[in-house]
């Protein structure tokens, strides 16, 4: 075997037969490093801020609208939104390399978005609106051609459905919501290395990291506190929603196994298939547990640092509200704590020698 560092052209030619690269065409090493660089040029905290100052001043730019009476109407509304929406979209297909005009094209997009749903709104009513925003969103994810704007467009899409829901007071409408959102996501990253070959990684990494971000927010309500909850919305139970997310990080984990083949090692599959079940049964009333943890078993494997870090995030978000909303008194949640620790100790010695034993009969083989 050769020390020779392979060319990215002969990893490609090796994956290509695969399935794992998708290409109708050979790829020239211009489009190659038009990639590269575009990765480089604009990483994703960069486009992150850039979403926040575009909402920013979209903000301002409708303040300054509705405060000069320029429209009165809400028919004028949406025919001003939908040009000004309309204009984002040319201006980036036209200008969308120079960032300045990217930016603009951002924030107009957002202002002709968020006067077309205002005007329908008034027109209508929230629902009316809220429809009106899921097409919108939907629209704009195949016209305009911007990351950031399409990972927008996917959560006001995730949001504008959750309104409609709660408007309509759909029966278990979030319970579904957030399963579908996490079925999708979770099948997304499975496969992304297919899903996102050739011109669809524009499509379909923004797609996914806006449904895993949508299905934190949705779960957002759980953490709150019981009483304030149901005043709000009346009683809600959560519990089918944390059994059918464990069921999906069950399978999940099902598969990680499976592509390592370590299903052979019966304590270790064990092992993790008795905690997941144990954990789904301790919180069964905070679904974003099992779901933060969802996200981290995913961001793990697929070896992505922002997956990992937007589910640890969450996760001490959740584990928090947990912790807070327990119905015991003080001096137990310490007791709680200490036992939760000592058990996670135990649990690591216990996993530790579980690996020492595999490797060591892997070894003796």
């Not at 697929?302 to 969450?314: D, P, S, T, Y």
Request: hydrophobic share 55%; with cysteine; aromatic share 12%.
């Amino acid at each position: 075997m050769s020390g020779r560092m392979m060319t990215i052209r002969e990893v490609l030619e090796q994956m290509r037969p695969e399935g794992t690269f998708e290409v109708d065409r050979a790829v020239t090493p211009e489009e190659l490093a038009s990639v590269f660089t575009e990765d480089r040029q604009a990483p994703w905290f960069v486009r992150g801020l850039v979403a926040i100052s575009a909402w920013i001043a979209s903000l301002m730019f409708l303040v300054f609208i509705y405060g000069t009476n320029i429209i009165s109407s809400s028919e004028g509304a949406i025919a001003f939104g939908a040009v000004l929406t309309a204009g984002a979209v040319l201006l980036r297909h036209g200008q969308g390399k120079v960032p300045f005009f990217a930016q603009l094209a951002l924030a107009l997009s957002l202002s002709g978005q968020a006067l077309v749903v205002f005007g329908i709104g008034d027109k209508t009513h929230f629902a009316g609106a809220a429809l009106g925003a899921i097409g919108l969103s939907v629209a704009l994810i195949i016209l305009y051609p911007d990351k950031t704007h399409r990972f927008l467009s996917t959560l006001i899409a995730v949001g504008a459905t959750w309104a409609f829901v709660y408007d309509r007071h759909v029966p278990y409408g979030t319970h579904v919501l957030v399963i579908g959102c996490a079925a999708v996501a979770g099948h997304v990253w499975n496969y992304e290395s297919s899903l996102a070959a050739g011109k669809r990684e524009k499509f379909i990494r923004p797609l996914a990291y806006g449904l895993i971000v949508g299905l934190f927010f949705l779960l957002m309500p759980t953490t709150a506190p019981p009483h304030i909850w149901t005043t709000v919305r009346g009683p809600q139970t959560w519990f089918p929603v944390t059994l059918v997310l464990a069921v999906l990080l069950l399978l999940l984990e099902y598969h990680i196994l499976l592509f390592h083949q370590a299903l052979k090692k019966m304590r270790l599959a064990a092992l993790v298939f008795l905690g997941t079940l144990v954990l789904a049964l301790a919180s069964l009333k905070a679904p974003g547990i099992i779901a933060a943890l969802f996200v981290l078993t995913l961001g793990f494997h697929r070896g992505n640092k922002i997956l990992v870090g937007l589910a640890l995030a969450f996760l001490a978000v959740f584990l928090s509200a947990y912790y807070y909303n327990l119905d015991i008194t003080l001096i137990n949640k310490s007791y709680t704590l200490l036992a939760v620790g000592a058990a996670l100790l135990v649990l690591r010695f216990f996993w530790t020698n579980v690996l020492d034993i595999n490797e060591k009969e892997a070894s003796h083989e």
